[in-house]
């Protein structure tokens, strides 16, 4: 009989929890129109950064100053619409005593913005780490192998919930078992990333996530 509490729950935020990426991109595509970076495809390659990892890509002081006030105006505004089937498997998940955390790029006003929207939310974490509590961001692993040590879990026995190229290098690196969301990328680019590619967390049991360790 497996102990299935021995294991932990890391998601990631935006487009593993709630619908958002799509939002993003469509912000930060116009930052880029009014700031080229001259980076391809900037609002993709970004994705699963910091938003001080972010601002590296402008010299400018008054630009950086400008796109935080539109990125904070942003966020204040947004509606955080969560993925059908995210609270029925996080429900599943606590009543096999299995914790969870959220391990996001976004801030801390963000965060609170959310639990605002969706007080019922914050209840299915043991620890939320943002980017307020990370010198590194994705992919390097730290904020993965943090959100490990707050539920008491080792990185190993723990899933990652990712979306993102970053996230997913960030979890395979922090030694977890990576389990990734086609919402931002589809499945063929995702393939070789993970031990499973899944559409939404609506097509997940526990059962099904246990099944990786076996």
């Not at 932990?8 to 993003?24: K, M, Q, W």
């Not at 505004?77 to 976004?106: H, K, N």
């Not at 007080?119 to 043991?126: D, E, H, I, N, S």
């Not at 960030?170 to 086609?182: F, K, P, Q, W």
Request: charged content about 25%; hydrophobic content about 40%.
């Amino acid at each position: 009989m497996i102990d299935v509490t021995r294991y932990g729950a890391l998601f990631d935020l935006d487009g593993v929890l709630i619908d958002s990426e799509s939002t993003y991109t469509r912000f930060w595509e116009e930052i880029d129109r009014m700031y080229p970076t001259g980076i391809e495809n900037y609002a993709i390659a970004i994705k699963g950064t910091t938003l001080p990892e972010i601002m590296k890509h402008y010299d400018n002081e008054e630009v950086k100053a400008d796109i935080l006030r539109r990125i904070h105006d942003f966020q204040e505004s947004m509606v955080y619409e969560i993925y059908p089937g995210v609270e029925r498997f996080l429900d599943e998940l606590a009543s096999r005593g299995i914790p969870a955390a959220i391990v996001t790029s976004s801030d801390s006003r963000k965060m609170q913005l959310l639990f605002e929207q969706h007080p019922g939310l914050r209840k299915y974490f043991a620890a939320v780490i943002d980017a307020s509590q990370v010198s590194r961001s994705k992919p390097d692993p730290e904020g993965y192998l943090k959100g490990a040590s707050a539920i008491g879990r080792a990185p190993g026995d723990c899933f990652v919930f990712e979306d993102s190229l970053q996230g997913l290098k960030a979890g395979a690196a922090s030694g977890a078992t990576v389990v990734a969301l086609s919402t931002t990328y589809p499945p063929e680019m995702l393939k070789g990333k993970a031990a499973k590619i899944i559409g939404g967390l609506n097509e997940l049991s526990v059962n099904d996530l246990l099944s990786l360790k076996q």
